[in-house]
């Protein structure tokens, strides 16, 4: 009888530490770099998508709830100098509803694309908002114009010491892993200087925004 109950306790503790260790396998990463991490976390705290019409506000909604983008550089790696190379990096306009609009980074000059920026400053840089669980939701693919994504050119560059607490800031709110990362890396902070925007968020070709139309979208 007593083998039995051991055997009972035994079963139901596999039980319990099974379904807890699935949790933890299947649930997003939360404040490390994962899926819809930062105040983004619950679909209920996503703000609705801006008119698309309006499309510089479109813009800035895709800027601000972006917590990554794919970079695009010119290559200056031996075997494919000269060609487009493209990178996914982690970014930030600013904390949770008080985006700038300005893209932050924080770089090493360890990485590919940092050795490309060196030698030219020049990048595009696209986000979508397949990154979030709104073309999910609705059903759009991630290519699909539906499916809300902006291309932003301009150049990469440091950020100045009176930029360097607002970059800091916006990153490591959004990105609090990025504290610990090894500073032997020698990290700085950057942002893009955008030159140029194109918006898809409707079929029939991107929309044009100019950069002083995406900087005066009052965001709510």
Same mark, same amino acid.
């Given at each position: 009888?007593?083998?039995?109950?051991?055997?009972?306790?035994?079963?139901?503790?596999?039980?319990?530490?099974?379904?807890?260790?699935?949790?933890?396998?299947? %649930?997003?990463?939360?404040?490390?770099? &994962? #899926?819809?991490?930062? =105040?983004?976390?619950?679909? *209920?705290?996503? @703000? $609705?998508?801006?008119?698309?019409?309006?499309?510089?506000?479109?813009?800035?909604?895709?800027?601000?709830?972006?917590?990554?983008?794919?970079?695009?550089?010119? %290559?200056?790696?031996?075997?494919?100098? &000269? #060609?487009?190379?493209? =990178?996914?990096?982690?970014? *930030?306009?600013? @904390? $949770?509803?008080?985006?700038?609009?300005?893209?932050?980074?924080?770089?090493?000059?360890?990485?590919?694309?940092?050795?490309?920026?060196?030698?030219?400053?020049?990048?595009?840089?696209?986000?979508?908002?397949?990154?979030?669980?709104?073309?999910?939701?609705?059903?759009?693919?991630?290519?699909?114009?539906?499916?809300?994504?902006?291309?932003?050119?301009?150049?990469?560059?440091?950020?100045?010491?009176?930029?360097?607490?607002?970059?800091?800031?916006?990153?490591f709110i959004r990105h609090p892993e990025m504290k610990t990362w090894p500073s032997s890396h020698n990290w700085f902070f950057a942002k893009l200087n955008i030159s140029n925007i194109w918006v898809l968020d409707y079929?029939?070709?991107?929309?044009?925004?100019?950069?002083?139309?995406?900087?005066?979208?009052?965001?709510?």
């Open positions: 009888m007593a083998r039995l109950a051991r055997g009972s306790v035994r079963a139901l503790l596999a039980a319990l530490l099974a379904s807890t260790l699935l949790a933890l396998l299947v %649930s997003p990463a939360r404040g490390r770099g &994962g #899926r819809d991490h930062g =105040d983004w976390d619950e679909a *209920s705290l996503l @703000p $609705p998508l801006p008119p698309r019409e309006d499309a510089a506000r479109v813009a800035r909604f895709v800027t601000h709830v972006s917590d990554w983008g794919a970079l695009a550089t010119i %290559s200056t790696l031996e075997a494919v100098r &000269g #060609r487009p190379f493209a =990178d996914v990096l982690s970014l *930030s306009d600013g @904390p $949770p509803g008080a985006g700038s609009g300005v893209p932050y980074f924080y770089l090493s000059p360890l990485q590919l694309s940092v050795n490309n920026l060196q030698e030219n400053p020049y990048a595009t840089l696209t986000m979508t908002l397949a990154q979030t669980n709104f073309c999910k939701k609705h059903g759009f693919d991630p290519q699909s114009p539906l499916c809300a994504h902006i291309i932003l050119s301009g150049t990469v560059t440091k950020v100045n010491e009176t930029e360097m607490d607002i970059a800091k800031h916006s990153l079929f029939g070709g991107p929309k044009i925004v100019t950069p002083e139309e995406y900087y005066n979208v009052t965001v709510q």
